[in-house]
Every structure is written in C-alpha cells, then in structure tokens.
C-alpha cells in the first residue's frame, strides 16, 4: 500500500473505504481490472500466467532452482495446513513455536492430523527462547521438523527465522515457516536459511485478491514427501507432481485470482520489489 493511501482517510480509487488489515486489503484499480475477463484452466495462456506467478514466487525468497512453489486453492491457512500435513510424516514429531494465534493454529492442525508435536510457547510480545529452543532439540532427538510463524499477525511480532534456522540446520530437523503476513514485505532468503517450505498467500503484502495460498518448497525436501498427506486435495506433493506432468492443476483453480496475482506482482515489481529493503 502506498504512503499517501494511508494517509489520507478518504476512499480508494472505486469508493470504498481503504481496507488497513493485513489482508484481505484494498488491490489497485488495474488488479481488479485483470480480472474482468474469462479464462479456461487448460487455456495455454492461463497456463503460462500461472507458471510465470509461480516462478516470481520462487524468485522473491531466492529460490531460483533449487525451489518450487506449490499453489493451493484456498486461503492461507489451507497452505499451511498442506506444508504441514504434507510436509511431516505420521511418524514426525514438530517442534511448534508459539507465540500468538497463528502458533496456535499451527498446532491444532497437526493434532487433527494426528502428527506428534512438542510446543514452546512465549508470550505475544517474546520471541522464542533460542537457548531452550536448543536444550529441546538436544533431548528430543524424535523432533523432526521445527515449525515457526514468521510474523505472528496478532501482535506484529517477528520472529527470528534466521536463528531458527540455523539450529534447525545444526540438529539437522526440517524447518517449515508461516510467512503469511511478511512474504513480499520483508527479505527472506530460504536456501540461507535453511527453510525446507516458505507458506504464504495471494492477499496479503504482494496485494492481490484473496482465494490462492502457495508454498515454496525446496525440491529434494518435497520430493520426499510423497505420501505423508492426510487428504487428496491438500497434498502438495500431488499438486506438484500434476504440474510437473501437466503444467495445470488438479481440481479447478482460482483463475481470476491468479490472473490477478499475476498483475499485483507487476505492480510489486514496478514499486522495486523487495529492493531496498535490508536483508533479515
Ligand atoms: C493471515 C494469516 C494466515 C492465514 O489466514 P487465512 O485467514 O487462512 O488467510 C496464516 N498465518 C498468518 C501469520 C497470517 O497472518
């Protein structure tokens, strides 16, 4: 959003009052414009748009190669429920580290799907204990993957993914994080940081509609991932594997949403994406 659209409490460009949460938020005159067309999901140019998002996605946490990004229709919370179920097999054990309700939300999904989880939790206004975070992973050695919401919506904070990370790196766990609300606000660097799958959404900082989650995946990570998922429509694996084969999804895609992601990633890049921001 831009400087002088906070400042001024009037309206947006269509009228309707300026939308200053963290998502779903107020899109750009031309985002919404993108999307007062028709598409087919197997037309080769909604093909081609899609592979172009999904590729931008990669880019941003300086995934190119090495990472794939996964879309899932849904809200952000279907894409973290698909890493998670996907990602972590019914014999896993996460590490959950809670400091608001995203935290929370982290950990109800994997008690629904029956995955084994060992919690820290803080208060909503502390980071993790990074010294108590280890003394875990040093006597838990069944802990396989270390969960992390990047920044906890419900109070702002953030938390420090690139420590979590190397600890993960060091007791050699897979590393798994919630991005929602800072993908395409704040740097990440995923290889850099060890992460095996970066969760976010199309209507949070990157200002698209809402309607499409994503997960950007290292490749080896989510190759090894077939067939931990709990469900058919949330298993990433099997969403890739399809594009793989077939470049399309498997059940009908959000086409508007994604046409207009596509556009709200022009406009993220005309503003200079991520470009002057400091590294994290
Ligand atoms: C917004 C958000 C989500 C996803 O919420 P949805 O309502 O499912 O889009 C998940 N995690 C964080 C940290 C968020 O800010």
Known sequence: MNQSAVLKPAASETGDPFLLTPGPLTT??????????????????????????????????HGEGDYVTVPMQGSGTFAVEAMLTSFVPP?????????????????????????????????????????????????????????????ETT???????????ALAAKYKKGYLIDSMSAFGALP????????????????????????????????????????????????????WANFEKTGQYRFTPPTHVIVAFHQALAEFDAEGALGDVGAV
């Open 188 to 239: 990440i660097d995923a290889p850099a940081i060890h992460a095996d799958a970066v969760a976010a959404s199309s209507n949070k900082c990157i200002e698209g509609v809402p309607g499409l989650g994503f997960v950007v995946c290292q490749r080896d990570a989510l190759a090894a991932t077939r067939g931990n998922a709990t469900t058919l429509v949330l298993d990433l694996h099997d969403q």
């Open 155 to 165: 109070s702002g904070i953030l938390n420090p993914i690139a420590e979590i990370g």
């Open 28 to 61: 750009s005159r031309t985002v919404k414009a993108s999307m007062a067309h028709d598409w087919g999901s197997r037309d080769a140019s909604f093909v081609a748009i899609n592979k172009a998002v999904l590729a931008r996605l990669a880019e941003i946490v």
């Open 91 to 151: 014999t896993g054990k996460v590490l959950v580290l809670i400091n608001g309700a995203y935290g929370q939300r982290a950990k109800r999904i994997l008690d629904i799907a029956r995955r084994k989880t060992v919690v820290h939790e803080t208060a909503e206004d502390a980071p993790p204990d990074l010294k108590k975070v280890e003394t875990v992973l040093k006597r838990t050695p069944s802990i396989t993957h270390i969960f992390v919401v990047h920044c």
